[in-house]
């Protein structure tokens, strides 16, 4: 997809961070953009903030937990903007802790946000683009830690490597449909992801606060991270050049040579064991 001009896209979490940068950069270009997020009071807030020149702008309060939600939400953009051309499957969560500290419903919480969600959007709104057959486009977003680790990020490592792996698939199954697909895997962003873990069950519930050294660790990460601006034009960039992958950081991408470098030892490894010569 060239022209963003005139189009329709749906960005989950658009009421703060990535997904509000990403509906600034997409409605300068043209296009109308449907904020959806759980946050209903933050979702009117960014929506009333931005400039009036370009796209239309709408809002749906939207939980992506709910399959009926993200669906209502869906019918209420169709109703509005006539169809939808991209759907950014955005809204995302943090969670920390070490085996044994986690309780499963805090599992449950981020799996349901991080992968769900992005499964919900992506069996919503495809369905929507193959009808209208004028192309389309899912941008998903995952993480750098879908590609490697750190100890204590377990939940957030699986749900982002889940969100490499199903876009990767996604984007062999929809090319002949002429709906594109890439993937985010940004390095630290300067939004309030750091915040999040806040809203997890247990937490709500009264649960131990998050914090620790890792919590600290984090969250100076996060805020001295890029301008999620910047990261909005690479990502509308990145459409335009159909790429599997959208990464921004200089430091980290030696981990994913160290990480392939350890997979391919262990792989020679098992299959000397096995008396197969490579
Ligand atoms: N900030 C970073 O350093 C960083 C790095 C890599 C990936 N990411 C990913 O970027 C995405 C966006 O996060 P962000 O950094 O902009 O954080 P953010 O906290 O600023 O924004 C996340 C938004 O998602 C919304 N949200 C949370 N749960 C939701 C739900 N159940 N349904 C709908 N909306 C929900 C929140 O209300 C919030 O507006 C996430 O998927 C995150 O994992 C962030």
């Not at 953009?33 to 209903?40: E, Q, T």
């Not at 931005?50 to 992506?64: E, Q, Y």
Request: net charge negative; charged share 20%; proline share 3%.
């Amino acid at each position: 997809m060239q022209d963003f001009s005139g189009k329709v896209a749906f960005v989950t979490g658009a009421a703060s961070g990535i997904g509000l940068a990403l509906t600034k950069a997409l409605k300068a270009q043209g296009c109308h953009v449907m904020m959806a997020d759980i946050d209903g009071d933050n979702l009117i807030k960014a929506s009333n903030d931005l400039p009036n020149d370009g796209g239309r702008i709408s809002t749906a309060v939207c939980d992506v937990r709910s399959l009926e939600a993200v669906q209502a939400a869906a019918e209420k953009t169709v109703a509005e903007f006539g169809k939808v051309h991209l759907v950014f499957n955005n809204a995302g969560v943090a969670l920390a802790g070490n085996p044994g500290e986690i309780e499963a419903r805090d599992w449950q919480w981020i799996v349901d946000i991080n992968l769900m969600g992005v499964v919900y959007g992506v069996e919503t709104f495809v369905p929507l683009m193959r009808e209208h057959g004028e192309g389309g486009y899912v941008f998903n977003t995952a993480s750098m830690a879908g590609h490697v680790t750190m100890a204590g990020m377990a939940p957030y490592h699986a749900t982002k490597f889940a969100v490499v792996g199903y876009s990767e698939a996604l984007k062999q199954e929809l090319a002949p449909e002429n709906i594109g697909v890439s993937v985010l895997c940004p390095t630290w962003v300067k939004t309030n992801i750091h915040n999040t873990g806040e809203e997890r069950p247990s937490a709500v519930d009264g649960g131990v606060a998050a914090g620790g050294q890792l919590y600290e660790m984090v969250k100076g990460l996060v805020e001295n991270g890029m301008s999620p601006d910047n990261l909005a034009e690479l990502c509308l960039k990145s459409i335009q050049a159909n790429r599997m992958y959208v990464f921004t950081d200089p430091e980290t991408r030696i981990a994913i040579d160290m990480r392939r470098d350890a997979i391919q030892a262990d792989y020679k490894a098992c299959l000397e064991d096995l008396g197969i010569e490579i």
